[in-house]
Structures are given as C-alpha cells and as structure tokens.
T-cell receptor, first 112, second 114 residues
Framework: SQQGEEDPQALSIQEGENATMNCSYKTSINNLQWYRQNSGRGLVHLILIRSNEREKHSGRLRVTLDTSKKSSSLLITASRAADTASYFCATDAGGGADGLTFGKGTHLIIQP | DTAVSQTPKYLVTQMGNDKSIKCEQNLGHDTMYWYKQDSKKFLKIMFSYNNKELIINETVPNRFSPKSPDKAHLNLHINSLELGDSAVYFC?????????????FGPGTRLLVL
C-alpha cells in the first residue's frame, strides 16, 4: 500500500458536526501536510505539521501527528457545506527535492 | 492574479498524438512539479525541477518530457499518447528545493485520450 493512506475513504456528516479523517504512512518523515481538493479543482494546502510537533491548529482545523504510530488525524470542527471536498494527507520522503507522496484521500460530504 | 496557472484546462486527443501542457507560476518559486491524478483520485509525483534542473524523475515513461524555458515555467510534453495517459495533470511549485515546503497547485489539465 502507499505512503499516506487516509481513512475513511468517504465520510458524510450533518452540517455543524465535527469531521475526523485519519492518515497512516510507512516511512520516516520530516513533515506531514493536509490538502483539500474541491471537485474539479486543484489542491489547496491546509496545514503542515513537522515531525517534532504533536498537534497544530488553524482556524477550525486541528491536526495531530503520532510518529510512533506513523499516523495523523485531521479534525474539522463545526463543519459547513463549503467543507465538502476531498482531503489528502501528503508526506515528504525527506531530503532533496522529492515531490510529496499523497494518499488516496477522504471524500467528505457535509449535508446541509 | 493566479499563482500557478496551466493551459489548457481540457485536452481531448487521439491515441498516438503528441501534446504539450503548459504551466506558469508567478510566485518566484525555485521548484516546480508535475503530478498525475488518475481516475481513482490517486495523485503521484512525476517530475520536479529546481532552477531549471531536473532533480527527480519517478518511473515515468520516457514519452513524457518536462521542459523548463525559465524558472517560472515548466511544460510537460507527451509523445505518442496512450489510452492510459488519460488523467488530470497538476503542476505545482514550492519556494525552495526540499519538500518540507508548502506546495501551490495549479487548477489541473484534464487529458482524455481516445
């Protein structure tokens, strides 16, 4: 399986609820990033967490990183219809200028 | 102003043709990338360029060739297109070499090979 696998693959919740997505990876990393992709659009960077950080916040987003378990979670609080999108975690291979390695993403649907 | 732009947005072509996709970034970044997103939304790095030098090249067929006329542009040329090349191709850029950087993505080019 690939570096950076998200689960669930799809998630449907009611507006106002919290959404949690998880990501697992296999190799050591320097950082882990989360991106959002709206339907038919490019990816937008949400948040970056470094390997020596355990938790990071940005607005309604909260990201955790557990390097011992090689996993990360993205929590979106008080979800809105506009949060409907696919969410991808991405890891770097470390060193050089390697591109990011993306998971398959979680498709999040916020029901109004 | 669009930070990372790609043209065309859509490209429909016949198998065997040669086509190019253009990418431009106005962010002053040093590194640019090409990614391929398949029908299952899996996104995979194809190339990265740093200061006009190819620094990585994943297991991509040599029918694909990146060309960078200057730091702000990274074009993707594809020879002898095959059905399996149908995908969405994304260009991205980051300030410096080294993937510990936020990457900025273009809107994508949807390629359909018939």
């Amino acid at each position: 399986s690939q570096q950076g696998e998200e689960d669930p693959q799809a998630l449907s919740i009611q507006e106002g609820e919290n959404a949690t997505m998880n990501c697992s990876y296999k190799t050591s990393i320097n950082n882990l990033q989360w991106y959002r992709q709206n339907s038919g659009r490019g990816l937008v960077h949400l948040i970056l967490i470094r390997s020596n950080e355990r938790e990071k916040h940005s607005g309604r987003l909260r990201v955790t990183l557990d390097t011992s378990k090689k996993s990360s979670s993205l929590l979106i609080t008080a979800s809105r219809a506009a949060d409907t999108a696919s969410y991808f975690c991405a890891t770097d291979a470390g060193g050089g200028a390697d591109g990011l390695t993306f998971g398959k993403g979680t498709h999040l649907i916020i029901q109004p | 102003d669009t930070a990372v732009s790609q043209t065309p947005k859509y490209l429909v072509t016949q198998m065997g043709n040669d086509k190019s996709i253009k990418c431009e970034q106005n962010l002053g970044h040093d590194t640019m990338y090409w990614y391929k997103q398949d029908s299952k939304k899996f996104l995979k790095i194809m190339f990265s360029y740093n200061n006009k030098e190819l620094i990585i090249n994943e297991t991509v067929p040599n029918r694909f060739s990146p060309k960078s006329p200057d730091k702000a542009h990274l074009n993707l040329h594809i020879n002898s297109l095959e059905l399996g090349d149908s995908a969405v191709y994304f260009c991205a850029s980051s300030p410096n070499a080294g993937s510990s950087e936020t990457q900025y993505f273009g809107p994508g080019t949807r390629l359909l090979v018939l």
